[in-house]
C-alpha cells in the first residue's frame, strides 16, 4: 500500500490561500484515486475533494466549489489542493487518502485505504 506525507498548512487570514502537497510512496500511484479530507475540532471527518488517476475526474464538497482544487502529478506521486479565498470555517486538520481504485467516485472516508497524518490549516478571522 501507498505511503502518505502531507505539507504546506499553516495559518493564514481570512481570504488568502495555501496550496497542500501530498507525496505518495510504496505503491504505483497511478493505481489509486486520491482524496483530500479534513476535520475540525469536535466535529466528524469530512469529505473535500477526490480525484481520479489520471485527474479526468473530481469531486467537490459544495462549500469549497470554486474555491478549492485538486490536482495530481503522476509523475511525481503527488497530489495537491490548491485552496483560495479561505474562509475561517475552513479551519480544520487536512488529510490526504488514497483509494486503490483508479476511478473511484466514492466520498466516504472509511472507503479510502491509505491515510497521512495530517496537516493544520487554521484561517483567522
Known amino acids: 500500500q501507498v505511503q502518505l506525507v502531507e505539507s504546506g498548512g499553516g495559518l493564514v487570514q481570512a481570504g488568502g490561500s495555501l496550496r497542500l502537497s501530498c507525496a505518495a510512496s510504496g505503491d504505483t500511484f497511478s493505481m489509486y484515486t486520491m482524496g483530500w479530507f479534513r476535520q475540525a475540532p469536535g466535529k466528524e471527518r469530512e469529505f473535500v475533494a477526490t480525484i481520479t488517476w489520471s485527474g479526468a475526474s473530481t469531486n467537490y464538497k459544495d462549500s469549497v466549489k470554486g474555491r478549492f482544487t485538486i490536482s495530481r502529478d503522476n509523475a511525481k506521486n503527488t497530489v495537491y489542493l490548491q485552496m483560495n479565498s479561505l474562509k475561517p470555517e475552513d479551519t480544520a486538520v487536512y488529510y490526504c487518502?488514497?483509494?486503490?481504485?483508479?476511478?473511484?467516485?466514492?466520498?466516504?472516508?472509511?472507503?479510502?485505504?491509505?491515510w497521512g497524518q495530517g496537516t493544520q490549516v487554521l484561517v483567522s478571522s
Open positions: 487518502a488514497a483509494k486503490r481504485m483508479r476511478s473511484s467516485k466514492s466520498i466516504a472516508d472509511l472507503s479510502y485505504d491509505c
